[in-house]
């Protein structure tokens, strides 16, 4: 199982704090939050993503355990 947390925005605006996944990539775990959360696919994209605390590796694939976080870019002014 793969723990999902969300930040920034992301939280605000899907009003999601954290689901639990099984998912082996990123492309599956992207489609999960997807369904679960509601948040579209499109949108996760444009999110920074940490697995366990470090930035995510181009198709990097999930182990059991692991521990995804999206967070939405802010901007400011």
Avoid: H, W
């Amino acid at each position: 199982m793969i723990t999902v947390r969300f930040f920034g925005l992301l939280r605000l605006d899907s009003g999601v704090k954290a689901l639990e996944a099984e998912a082996g990539s990123m492309r599956a775990l992207y489609r999960e939050v997807e369904i679960k959360a509601g948040i579209p696919v499109k949108t996760l994209k444009g999110c920074n993503v940490f697995i366990n605390g470090k930035p995510k590796k181009f198709n990097q694939k999930l182990r059991d355990g692991d521990q995804v976080m999206f967070l939405a870019p802010s901007c400011g002014g």
